[in-house]
């Protein structure tokens, strides 16, 4: 396990970023706003080099950087490809984020890649491998990361931990800090018919590095309960930001993402969602 | 009950396979169609990739039959790596045995063309050589040297006129395809590459250049191909393309 206290994960400012978005190129060069920071997605710049690299060294001079993965599969039942890992490695190695983070899910299985978060049960074997896995990629990628807590559709029954404590078990065997996507807690609170607020309750907060914040949209089960899908295609919804509110009144400030990825909208817009959390950052500043 | 990852993926990529057992909604109901979110997620984002992958070849089939398309081909080749912008390298090799397009004959060189491009815009940067030294090689060095070309460079020679028919598609300005063999060749001078059909000679001068042949040996199969091959013709497009990268490995 890393040692924390030499691998600080809080070097991010306390100020909103965005999901960096080649259209948006341009305006954030010329009018950031209350944008302080950018993240991307790792995978999108393991190519070997053209504009997405040179965009990406561009930006990296102007803002800080947070390098978030979607392809390592940490949640997987076999091990980690480890090809990726030294794609991470030399990503992380020339970029220097100021934070990398990964997600609680798996997406690889047998050498097939499905491009989504897939849920896992929390129990001790999970565990287990979550947690090797994890000092796997801090020890490879030389630096302390925040996982992600997932949105959920469904509920595995063999679970026996809250996620809760499950992510807490694991910042503690490994070391890692948290990133806590507050429209993820959303929702699976609503999904899976939980409390939201005790969620955020029962979150070690002293332990998030980042937040995140993002668009759902809203479907039904077969029996007609709600069923919201993480799509981050929207704005975010206004129970999010008063999830939001009460987390970052309770935690303190903290570096706020807000994640847009899909129906990418112009700039503005996006700017808008980030002057609005700037907003919400400065009833504790 | 433990739900593997063996059987949840096969559920996911498996539209009419039962659903796993042991996932519920959170208060002891069946998961249902909650699980179907994940196979959703799945099969629309690899669709959304192709498309992004394989803008002509769907304009080729219609954007209903892609979809039909994309769904078989994400079930018989799901990504083999994170990397999504590579995603689809098998689609021409595929597209050779897919029966329903079958009566497309040029659709799989269509999509090799568009690997080409999407292979060349994330390739390594690499800075031209100065085309002086070209000119100061003695022809006889020059002739048993191999030439590095860049990075970004890609060959598809076809029996089709793919450049035609991929411009056809996506400039509306273009003029209607004739029937004719291209020989194509992907170059990107600084970040946006683009394809350009090859004088006659060209392709077999660059695919010779390309498996390492020495320059002289290039020379002779471009020579074979087309007698009157216009060498520098030949130079010109690459070092106007920044394609020259040095002489030597």
């Known amino acids: ?285 | 009950m433990t739900v593997d990852q063996t059987v949840f993926r096969s559920a996911v990529l498996t539209p009419d396979m039962d659903r796993p057992t042991g996932l519920s909604d959170g208060k002891g109901a069946p998961a249902g169609r909650r699980f179907d979110v994940y196979r959703n997620n799945v099969a629309v984002s690899l669709t959304e990739a192709l498309e992004t992958a394989f803008p002509v070849v769907k304009k080729l089939v219609g954007d209903a039959n892609f979809k039909l398309l994309a769904g078989v081909f994400l079930r018989q080749h799901p990504p083999s790596s994170p990397l999504m912008m590579f995603y689809g390298a098998e689609m021409p090799e595929f597209l050779s045995g897919f029966e329903p397009t079958k009566s497309i004959g040029y659709l799989p060189d269509i999509a090799r063309l568009e690997v080409a491009l999407r292979e060349s815009y994330h390739a390594a940067d690499a800075a031209p050589m100065d085309p002086a030294d070209l000119q100061n090689t003695a022809p006889d060095d020059l002739m048993v040297s191999t030439v590095t070309l860049a990075p970004a460079l890609r060959l598809i020679r076809s029996r089709w006129p793919i450049h035609a028919i991929w411009r056809y598609n996506m400039d509306d300005d273009a003029p209607k395809p004739e029937m004719a063999a291209e020989d194509v060749v992907v170059l990107r001078a600084d970040m946006d590459p683009s394809p350009l059909v090859l004088p006659a000679g060209g392709g077999a001068f660059i695919a010779q250049l390309l498996a390492r042949s020495n320059f002289g040996d290039a020379l002779t199969a471009a020579a074979q191909e087309f007698e009157s091959f216009d060498l520098s013709q030949m130079l010109a497009i690459l070092i106007s393309n920044n394609a020259l990268i040095k002489i030597g490995d």
């Open chain 1, 1 to 285: 396990m890393l040692d924390a206290s030499t691998h600080p994960f809080d070097q991010l400012p306390n100020t909103p970023g965005v999901g960096y978005k080649a259209q948006h190129f341009s305006d954030l060069l010329e009018s950031p706003g209350s944008v302080g920071w950018l993240e991307i997605h790792a995978e999108n710049y393991m190519g070997a080099g053209g504009r997405p690299i040179a965009q990406l060294r561009h930006l990296a001079e102007r803002f800080a950087l947070s390098v978030h993965g979607v392809g390592l599969s940490i949640g997987g039942e076999g091990r980690l490809d480890p090809e990726h890992l030294q794609r991470l490695k030399h990503l992380v190695g020339w970029t220097k984020p100021a934070s990398f983070s990964e997600h609680l899910a798996w997406s690889t299985h047998d050498s097939a890649f499905l491009n989504d978060l897939l849920p896992l049960p929390y129990t001790k074997d999970t565990l287990t491998r979550v947690a090797d896995h994890i000092d796997e990629v801090q020890e490879t990628v030389g630096r302390r990361m925040l996982l992600e807590n997932p949105s959920s559709y469904l509920a595995f029954d063999e679970s026996t931990y809250q996620e809760t404590d499950f992510l807490r078990e694991i910042a503690a065997r490994t070391g890692c800090g948290l990133l806590l996507d507050v429209n993820n807690v959303f929702v699976s609170a609503t999904n899976l018919d939980t409390d939201p607020i005790s969620y955020i309750d029962a979150f070690p907060l002293d332990l998030v590095g980042e937040i995140h914040l993002a668009g759902h949209d809203e479907d039904h089960d077969d029996h007609g309960r709600p069923l919201l899908i993480d799509s981050h295609g929207r704005e975010v919804a206004e129970p999010v930001w008063s999830l939001y509110e009460y987390a970052i009144q309770k935690g303190g400030a903290r570096p706020s993402l807000i994640e847009w990825d899909n129906d990418v909208p112009d700039w503005p817009v996006l700017e808008a969602e980030a002057a609005r959390a700037a907003r919400v950052l400065e009833t504790v500043a």
